[in-house]
């Protein structure tokens, strides 16, 4: 049986209940700056914006979907809180769930999902 977790500064985003419309449901919060206007992604802005684009306008059915979706979670995975400067990581848990981890949470977590 697994230990429990105390992720205090961890922000969840969505429920891994959503299945396969986790990537359109995320690209649709990312490119409604409302939601996240205090996050940005770490790394090449335009590249991600052309795939969260081409995840919400084409759906699951898009050519890329899934491909566009494995690279967001392999390789634009840190997210810079601009009023704070604080570093969280992108990251899906076992059961699905998308979560913001806090740099100073990243061991727990790991450690939890065994990484």
């Not at 494995?70 to 997210?79: A, G, H, K, P, V």
């Amino acid at each position: 049986m697994k230990s429990t977790m105390s992720l205090v500064k961890s922000i969840f985003i969505l429920d891994g209940h959503r299945g396969t419309y986790i990537p359109q449901n995320l690209a649709e919060i990312m490119l409604n700056e409302r939601h996240l206007h205090t996050y940005e992604f770490t790394t090449d802005s335009a590249t991600l914006k052309r795939m969260l684009k081409e995840i919400s306008e084409d759906g699951r059915e898009g050519e890329y979907y899934w491909d566009n979706w494995n690279d967001i979670l392999s390789f634009y995975t840190e997210i810079r809180n601009t009023s704070n400067n604080e570093l969280f990581y992108l990251t899906q848990g076992e059961d699905g769930d998308l979560w913001l981890i806090h740099e100073d949470e990243l061991d727990e977590w790991n450690e939890y999902n065994n990484l």
